[in-house]
């Protein structure tokens, strides 16, 4: 049984960081692929950032240069490096494990960026 658990959100001013933690049990974490997504209130949830089981990485246009996807395979823990935050990164924050078909989804964390 897999289980995920993210972490590391709060209340920061722009122009701060934050390090979002995702703690995913289970042995299929070092072969399955990990995407970072957030969801403000009343808008769609959009993908932020994702790393394949090889480290391959891919990020959102809005965050690139600011935002950095990383792994520790030992420790079953996927991060989110948050750097020069904005008010528009403002949102629930969810970590999101993809193996073939089976997709298991974090409870998410809440990240609040004030200007």
């Known amino acids: 049984q897999v289980q995920i658990v993210e972490s590391g959100g709060g209340l920061v001013q722009a122009g701060g960081s934050l390090r979002l933690s995702c703690v995913a049990s289970g042995s299929t974490f070092s072969i399955g692929a990990f995407g970072w997504y957030r969801q403000a209130p009343g808008k769609q949830r959009e993908m932020v950032s994702a790393i394949s089981g090889g480290g391959n990485t891919n990020y959102a246009d809005s965050v690139k240069g600011r935002f950095t996807i990383s792994k520790d395979n030992a420790k079953n823990t996927v991060y989110l490096q948050m750097n020069s935050l904005k008010p528009e990164d403002t949102g629930v924050y969810y970590c999101?494990?993809?193996?073939?078909?089976?997709?298991?989804w974090g409870q998410g964390t809440q990240v609040t960026v004030s200007s």
């Open positions: 999101k494990l993809v193996l073939g078909t089976y997709a298991l």
